[in-house]
């Protein structure tokens, strides 16, 4: 007969077909499938729409101390990729992480097909789209943006009976505003939100904050360079805590080579790094912030080991009423250390117990200024982790408890470690998307802080 067409494996078979075509003295085999839907539109118009499917098979194979990884897009011959894995680990020296592989239980659904999604995911979302266009459009102004949707399902498969399977939700809705030549306020502004599944998201009330800040840039004031008492919302401080959180390995720290390395030898675990209350926090059972509860590692670095994939995650706290309590540690690095076991996690929480909103926090200040975003993040000195970046999309000038205009964009150089240890005021705690890290780094609740002294380092012509 001709014609006829099989169904692709699924992860679950894909997993089992490689593990049993394995010959090394341990494998892992790890299947990740993304169903994503998207939408972007400019100047008051949708532009494009799509679905895309991709998955990707990673094969770890053990040979005695070593390791080696490979990993395809397609599995037109599954059994090649085993061997070349194998290949790699039998030409490799041994791995300095080298350890068991994690045991365990097979999840209940690991043999449930992937998790999909469609266009239709935006209906509510687009016909809010449509409307803003319109009002955009009568008052002179643009407005343009960009939405995602993608259910990711992760199958992990061990030679120690492990399985595991996950499906991660993750959505994001970017919108930018900008203001037409002869219209009232000036400039433009960003807003953007996480979501896991688009019913807690109102475009109307996205448009209507970008609507305000636009009116704020109707004046518009030039600033020198200097030092500004600032308030970063929680936007800007999800960019740069990410940014902190990336570089706490516990390994690198150890060494010598971070801002969380102690003089003289050792770690910075027990400073005290920021104000008394303030709590930074990773949960992968935190609901809106939920995300994969094991370890996954397609390869070994300072903050993951490809021995440790399938380990089982759980709450960590990094800090603790100011205090350096835990850094990233895999079980490699943990022995050498003698740490506990505190495994990288996809979320993060800064919590000071403030209840200030920024609303409130711009009218207790005096003289200030309130930043949109950040963006072009650069490290410039990983021994005190000093970044550097711009300004974008509003920068305004607080006088008196009130917004009186938009300023010029600015080069900043910070340090988000010394920014705790010099904070003036910690506000309310609330889920935010983070705006130079929006394709990697999603799950972010972060409070507004208030800096006495942000160093704007130059002026810049950005916008």
Same mark, same amino acid.
């Given at each position: 007969?001709?014609?006829?067409?099989?169904? &692709?494996?699924?992860?679950?078979?894909?997993?089992?077909?490689?593990?049993?075509? $394995?010959?090394?003295?341990?494998?892992?085999?790890?299947?990740?499938?993304?169903? #994503? @839907?998207? =939408?972007?539109?400019?100047?008051?118009?949708?532009?494009?729409?799509?679905?895309?499917?991709?998955?990707?098979?990673?094969?770890? $194979?053990?040979?005695?101390?070593?390791?080696?990884?490979?990993?395809?897009?397609?599995?037109? *011959?599954?059994?090649?990729?085993?061997? @070349?894995?194998?290949?790699?680990?039998?030409?490799?020296?041994?791995?300095? *992480?080298?350890?068991? !592989?994690?045991?365990?239980?097979?999840?209940?659904?690991?043999?449930?097909?992937?998790?999909?999604?469609?266009?239709?995911?935006? #209906?509510?979302?687009?016909?809010?789209?449509?409307? /803003?266009?319109?009002?955009?459009?009568?008052?002179?102004?643009?407005?343009?943006?960009?939405?995602?949707?993608?259910? #990711?399902?992760?199958? !992990?498969?061990?030679?120690?009976? =492990?399985?595991?399977?996950?499906?991660?939700?993750?959505?994001?809705?970017?919108?930018?505003?900008?203001?037409?030549?002869?219209?009232?306020?000036?400039?433009?502004?960003?807003?953007?939100?996480?979501?896991?599944?688009?019913?807690?998201? +109102?475009?109307?009330?996205?448009?209507?904050?970008?609507?305000?800040?636009?009116?704020?840039?109707?004046?518009?004031?030039?600033? &020198?360079?200097?030092?500004?008492?600032?308030?970063?919302?929680?936007?800007?401080?999800?960019?740069?805590?990410?940014?902190?959180?990336?570089?706490?390995?516990?390994?690198?720290? @150890?060494?010598?080579?971070?801002?969380?390395?102690?003089?003289?030898?050792?770690?910075?675990?027990?400073?005290?790094?920021?104000?008394?209350?303030?709590?930074?926090?990773?949960?992968?059972?935190?609901? &809106?912030?939920?995300?994969?509860?094991? +370890?996954?590692? +397609?390869?070994?670095?300072?903050?993951?080991?490809?021995?440790?994939?399938?380990?089982?995650?759980?709450?960590?706290?990094?800090?603790? *009423?100011?205090?350096?309590?835990? =850094?990233?540690?895999?079980?490699?690095?943990?022995?050498?250390?003698?740490?506990?076991?505190?495994?990288?996690?996809?979320? !993060?929480?800064?919590?000071?117990?403030?209840?200030?909103?920024?609303?409130?926090?711009?009218?207790?200040?005096?003289?200030?200024? =309130?930043?949109?975003?950040?963006?072009?993040?650069?490290?410039?000195?990983?021994?005190?982790?000093?970044?550097?970046?711009?300004?974008?999309?509003?920068?305004?000038?607080?006088?008196?408890?009130?917004?009186?205009?938009?300023?010029?964009?600015?080069?900043?150089?910070?340090?988000?470690?010394?920014?705790?240890?010099?904070?003036?005021?910690?506000?309310?705690?609330? /889920?935010?998307?983070?705006?130079?890290?929006?394709?990697?780094?999603?799950?972010?609740?972060?409070?507004?802080?208030?800096?006495?002294?942000?160093?704007?380092?130059?002026? #810049?012509?950005? +916008?």
């Amino acid at each position: 007969m001709t014609g006829l067409t099989s169904d &692709p494996p699924s992860g679950a078979e894909l997993v089992e077909r490689a593990l049993s075509a $394995s010959r090394a003295d341990g494998c892992v085999v790890l299947v990740e499938q993304s169903s #994503s @839907a998207n =939408l972007r539109w400019a100047g008051n118009t949708l532009t494009t729409n799509g679905v895309t499917q991709g998955r990707a098979v990673t094969v770890v $194979s053990v040979v005695g101390a070593s390791v080696g990884v490979r990993s395809a897009t397609t599995v037109d *011959d599954l059994p090649a990729l085993v061997r @070349a894995s194998e290949t790699a680990a039998r030409e490799a020296e041994p791995a300095e *992480d080298a350890g068991p !592989l994690v045991e365990g239980p097979a999840d209940g659904g690991f043999t449930d097909p992937a998790a999909q999604t469609s266009a239709s995911v935006f #209906s509510r979302v687009a016909a809010e789209l449509g409307d /803003r266009f319109r009002a955009a459009g009568s008052d002179g102004l643009g407005l343009y943006g960009y939405a995602s949707h993608e259910l #990711s399902t992760t199958w !992990l498969g061990s030679s120690t009976g =492990l399985r595991r399977r996950h499906v991660q939700p993750n959505g994001y809705l970017e919108l930018t505003g900008k203001s037409r030549p002869g219209a009232s306020g000036g400039g433009s502004t960003w807003v953007g939100q996480h979501t896991r599944d688009w019913s807690d998201l +109102s475009v109307t009330a996205l448009d209507a904050e970008v609507r305000r800040r636009l009116a704020w840039g109707a004046r518009q004031v030039e600033l &020198p360079a200097g030092r500004y008492e600032t308030l970063l919302p929680p936007s800007a401080v999800a960019d740069l805590m990410g940014y902190a959180y990336w570089t706490a390995a516990g390994r690198d720290a @150890a060494e010598g080579r971070t801002v969380f390395s102690r003089p003289g030898g050792g770690t910075r675990v027990g400073d005290q790094l920021g104000p008394a209350g303030l709590r930074l926090s990773s949960d992968p059972y935190d609901p &809106p912030l939920a995300t994969r509860p094991f +370890s996954v590692a +397609s390869a070994s670095s300072s903050m993951t080991s490809v021995f440790d994939n399938g380990l089982p995650l759980g709450a960590t706290d990094w800090l603790v *009423d100011g205090r350096l309590t835990a =850094l990233v540690q895999t079980r490699a690095s943990a022995r050498e250390t003698g740490s506990p076991v505190t495994p990288y996690v996809d979320n !993060l929480t800064l919590d000071g117990g403030g209840t200030a909103t920024t609303d409130e926090m711009v009218a207790a200040t005096g003289r200030g200024l =309130l930043l949109t975003c950040l963006w072009y993040i650069r490290e410039v000195d990983p021994e005190t982790l000093l970044l550097t970046g711009l300004t974008r999309d509003g920068v305004y000038l607080v006088e008196d408890g009130e917004v009186v205009g938009a300023v010029n964009n600015f080069r900043w150089n910070e340090s988000p470690v010394a920014l705790l240890g010099r904070l003036a005021e910690v506000g309310r705690t609330s /889920r935010c998307l983070p705006r130079e890290w929006s394709d990697d780094f999603t799950r972010a609740r972060m409070p507004t802080l208030r800096v006495p002294d942000f160093n704007m380092s130059s002026v #810049s012509q950005a +916008s």
